[in-house]
């Protein structure tokens, strides 16, 4: 029996994955394909924390269920971070919540607070999660502009004059995914004066808190005096101490989104794999080197791709923070769109990128470059880049003529 089921309908089709395809049908051949499309990171998880993980998983008694809250020594390792880092006080009992990644954590607090037709405010472009996590708890979202600043804050006093309902909450995303755009304390001081009047909740994603390039550490929305009266913040394990696969985030602040978050997951999850956590608690309460080393890292890798670019005739603003690059299409190939430019730049010059598509409609016009692949490998790419820039008028020509004969 075929059925249209209400919430698929509502998820277009996966927009990466026309380029995932060809990416495959191209290693399948053979091609050596250099892959900046997925913000996968590469490095090896530190060895402390793997050594952790080595010596609790020896104890049959962390192989049974867990806690879906967090076990209390994690949750406490998240407050003395909050403490440390933003000179913020966070009742591990109360106040956070451990997640399975910020992704599931972000989804599941969509889910405890939307009802069909709330009106929910996202930036576009944005990490998909942010408005599908909405759409998929049976929202309605309007975008707002990423740039953080007196337009966006102006978007926010039009949303409130002309949304039925009233918004219910909003998405922040500093330092941005994917546009790299970081916020100061200033502008989340008046998000929250501004919705603390109005009544909108504010979600906040903060899982590149610690990817920055410079010396000023971004802040969170919870040094805001009152932030947590209307707030809560997202982080995660998976790009500060290279922890993807481990799927460990938190949601930290406002007790009563906490509070929702941790009964929804109360029907969905036990929590985490004990070890996981314990693990997870010896790197927040360990050594931080190994951060400041995963900074140097990325920071070395977007030195060399942005200079390369640039080399190669392709200005590419370097990114402040994060693990990717906001790139403009290049203007010989504006007319084409993100998709149709990221499968001619897999083609041509064999390197993968992500659609700025799949991030919403005003990311169309650019591509996201992870800084996923070594500096071997990222040179590779930047002279396959070069030479196809190179040769753009004969692409441009081949792919017009290409497209008569099809058409």
């Known amino acids: 029996?075929?059925?249209?089921?209400?919430?698929?309908?509502?998820?277009?089709?996966?927009?990466?994955?026309?380029?995932?395809?060809?990416?495959a049908r191209a290693?399948?051949?053979?091609?050596?394909?250099?892959?900046?499309?997925?913000?996968?990171?590469?490095?090896?998880?530190?060895?402390?924390?793997?050594?952790?993980?080595?010596?609790?998983?020896?104890?049959?008694?962390?192989?049974?269920?867990?806690?879906?809250?967090?076990i209390p020594g994690l949750r406490r390792a998240v407050s003395a971070y909050y403490a440390r880092r933003f000179n913020v006080d966070i009742d591990p009992e109360t106040e956070t919540i451990v997640t399975?990644?910020?992704k599931e954590g972000l989804a599941n607090l969509a889910s405890a607070i939307s009802s069909p037709g709330d009106v929910m405010l996202v930036p576009n472009p944005s990490y998909p999660i942010h408005p599908f996590g909405f759409i998929i708890a049976g929202a309605v979202v309007r975008n707002i502009p990423?740039?953080?600043?007196?337009?966006?804050?102006?978007?926010?006093?039009?949303?409130?004059?002309?949304?039925?309902?009233?918004?219910?909450?909003?998405?922040?995303?500093?330092?941005?995914?994917?546009?790299?755009?970081?916020?100061?304390?200033?502008?989340?001081?008046?998000?929250?004066?501004?919705?603390?009047?109005?009544?909108?909740?504010?979600?906040?994603?903060?899982?590149?808190?610690?990817?920055?390039?410079?010396?000023?550490p971004p802040p969170s929305i919870l040094e805001v005096p009152g932030a947590r009266d209307i707030a809560v913040e997202f982080t995660s394990m998976?790009?500060?101490?290279?922890?993807?696969?481990?799927?460990?985030?938190?949601?930290?602040?406002?007790?009563?989104?906490?509070?929702?978050?941790?009964?929804?997951?109360?029907?969905?999850?036990y929590g985490a794999f004990t070890p996981i956590q314990v693990a997870a608690t010896a790197a927040l309460n360990g050594p931080q080197d190994c951060v400041d080393e995963v900074?140097?890292?990325?920071?070395?890798?977007r030195d060399v791709l942005i200079s390369g670019l640039e080399a190669a005739g392709w200005?590419?603003?370097?990114?402040?923070?994060?693990?990717?690059?906001?790139?403009?299409?290049?203007?010989?190939?504006?007319h084409l769109g993100s998709i149709e430019f990221a499968k001619l730049l897999l083609r041509e010059a064999q390197v993968?990128?992500?659609?700025?598509?799949?991030?919403?409609?005003?990311?169309?016009?650019?591509?996201?470059?992870?800084?996923?692949?070594?500096?071997?490998?990222?040179?590779?790419?930047l002279r396959n880049i070069k030479a196809f820039l190179g040769r753009y008028d004969k692409v441009i020509e081949d792919l017009e003529r290409h497209r008569a004969v099809g058409g």
């Open 1 to 23: 029996m075929e059925q249209d089921f209400y919430r698929i309908k509502r998820l277009p089709p996966y927009v990466f994955a026309e380029v995932n395809a060809m990416k």
């Open 27 to 70: 290693r399948a051949a053979g091609e050596d394909i250099v892959d900046f499309g997925m913000g996968n990171p590469d490095s090896a998880t530190p060895q402390h924390i793997v050594d952790k993980l080595t010596e609790t998983v020896q104890n049959p008694k962390t192989h049974r269920y867990s806690n879906s809250r967090g």
């Open 100 to 102: 399975l990644g910020s």
């Open 146 to 216: 990423i740039t953080p600043d007196a337009e966006c804050i102006a978007a926010l006093d039009r949303a409130v004059q002309h949304s039925v309902p009233k918004p219910t909450a909003i998405i922040l995303n500093y330092p941005n995914n994917p546009t790299a755009e970081l916020a100061t304390l200033d502008f989340y001081g008046q998000v929250v004066d501004f919705c603390k009047h109005h009544g909108i909740w504010v979600l906040s994603d903060l899982a590149y808190a610690e990817i920055f390039f410079d010396d000023n």
């Open 238 to 269: 998976s790009k500060t101490y290279s922890m993807p696969g481990w799927r460990i985030g938190f949601a930290s602040g406002n007790k009563h989104l906490v509070a929702a978050l941790a009964r929804v997951k109360s029907y969905l999850d």
């Open 295 to 301: 900074r140097a890292l990325y920071k070395e890798r």
């Open 315 to 334: 200005q590419v603003p370097p990114p402040p923070a994060t693990m990717f690059a906001w790139a403009p299409i290049p203007p010989a190939f504006a």
């Open 352 to 381: 993968a990128v992500s659609p700025g598509l799949g991030f919403g409609e005003h990311g169309d016009d650019h591509v996201r470059i992870a800084l996923v692949e070594n500096l071997h490998r990222t040179r590779q790419a």
